[in-house]
């Protein structure tokens, strides 16, 4: 995941418009990758996965796209909404078990 | 389904004590994981139970301890609490299938441990 010792990113956008969270991530062996959501007081809830066998992937209003060769995952949220304002983080898994290297995290602010 | 469900929700401990957390995880799953949250560090592994059996450990130190029961419920103990120990800790469970590796985490909502 980005490096650490927190800078949180923050990213304003208008109700309606479309957002695109990026994350670089470390490890070249890394084959499973996770955009997770967290809201104040809560855990982080699941978004979309996608595995390394694949480029891109689509959920309900949601894509991710992975980068292989310059290790970058993206997660992009067509028309957001103010339920989408949050933290979102990006979760890296290559190793055996389900052990994950979590992003810094970007603050989604939706203006309405 | 219930969630994952982690208690307690808050905890106030002194320097020195000890802390015991517990993590019930999904009907079904067979993984438990554990991660500390703080604002200086984000979101950092601690340790993977599966069958009972650690599976995979962070970084952390011997101080940070972990067992899972033969119903899937796990614990969490820190000794000798320090300041830098507060922060919230995060309980996840996946389903476990088999030697299932790389699945998907459902995270519970956490407890809040501060130390004084």
């Known amino acids: 995941g980005e490096s650490v010792g927190l800078h949180l990113p923050t990213l304003s956008v208008q109700e309606g418009d479309n957002s695109i969270i990026n994350c670089a991530y470390s490890n070249s062996a890394s084959d499973y990758f996770i955009w997770y959501k967290q809201e104040s007081g809560k855990g982080p809830q699941f978004i979309i996965d996608i595995r390394s066998n694949m480029d891109k992937r689509q959920g309900q209003r949601v894509t991710v796209l992975l980068n292989k060769t310059v290790k970058h995952l993206s997660l992009q949220i067509a028309a957001t909404q103010p339920g989408d304002s949050a933290v979102y983080f990006c979760a890296e898994s290559g190793g055996t078990g389900n052990q994950f290297y979590f992003g810094t995290g970007t603050s989604l602010t939706v203006i309405p | 389904k219930a969630g994952v469900t982690q208690t307690p929700r808050y905890l106030i401990k002194t320097r020195g004590q000890q802390v015991t957390l517990s993590c019930s995880p999904i009907?079904?799953?067979?993984?438990v994981s554990w991660y500390q949250q703080t604002p200086g560090q984000g979101l950092q592994f601690l340790f993977e139970?599966?069958?009972?059996?650690?599976?995979n450990k962070g970084n952390f130190p011997g101080r940070f301890s972990g067992r899972q029961f033969s119903n899937s419920r796990s614990e969490m103990n820190v000794s000798t609490l320090e300041l830098g120990d507060s922060a919230l800790y995060l309980c996840?469970?996946?389903?476990?299938?088999?030697?299932?590796?790389?699945?998907?985490?459902?995270f519970g909502s956490g407890t809040q441990l501060s130390v004084l």
């Open positions: 139970y599966f069958s009972e059996t650690q599976r």
């Open positions: 009907s079904g799953h067979r993984s």
């Open positions: 996840a469970s996946s389903p476990g299938q088999g030697r299932a590796t790389n699945e998907k985490l459902f």
